[in-house]
Nanobody, 125 residues
Framework: QVQLVESGGGLVQVGGSLRLSCAAS????????MAWFRQAPGKEREFVAVIRRVGRSTYYSGSVKGRFTISSDNAKNTLYLQMNSLNPEDTAVYYCAAGRDYYSDYDSAGRYDYWGQGTQVTVSS
């Protein structure tokens, strides 16, 4: 089992920045991929970014590429999401996810085995 706890969400103005953190505990060595998803009110959960444990490859959704950066500190078992140039469309609950295996369809929520409780990000105009 892997437990995930997100933090760092909050209210920010358009153009501002936030850094989300996700602290992992438990059998963290069993996670081959870690990702961020988000869900806005009335919308489905959508993929934001993923990082592979081995090789540290990263992939982003088109809507955040160039603005968001995913990273991890394996020694601290912590995943990060640096979010810059935020806009109102980024308002959502952001979830951290961990998968035992890495799949080519890494943008599918069903490929992840463990989820955090989420942290709210609100971007005001």
């Amino acid at each position: 089992q892997v437990q995930l706890v997100e933090s760092g969400g909050g209210l920010v103005q358009v153009g501002g920045s936030l850094r989300l953190s996700c602290a992992a505990s438990g059998r963290t060595f069993s996670s081959s991929a870690m990702a961020w998803f988000r869900q806005a009110p009335g919308k489905e959960r959508e993929f934001v970014a993923v990082i592979r444990r081995v090789g540290r490859s990263t992939y982003y959704s088109g809507s955040v590429k160039g603005r968001f950066t995913i990273s991890s500190d394996n020694a601290k078992n912590t995943l990060y999401l640096q979010m810059n140039s935020l806009n109102p469309e980024d308002t959502a609950v952001y979830y951290c996810a961990a998968g035992r295996d890495y799949y080519s369809d890494y943008d599918s929520a069903g490929r992840y085995d463990y989820w955090g409780q989420g942290t709210q990000v609100t971007v005001s105009s």
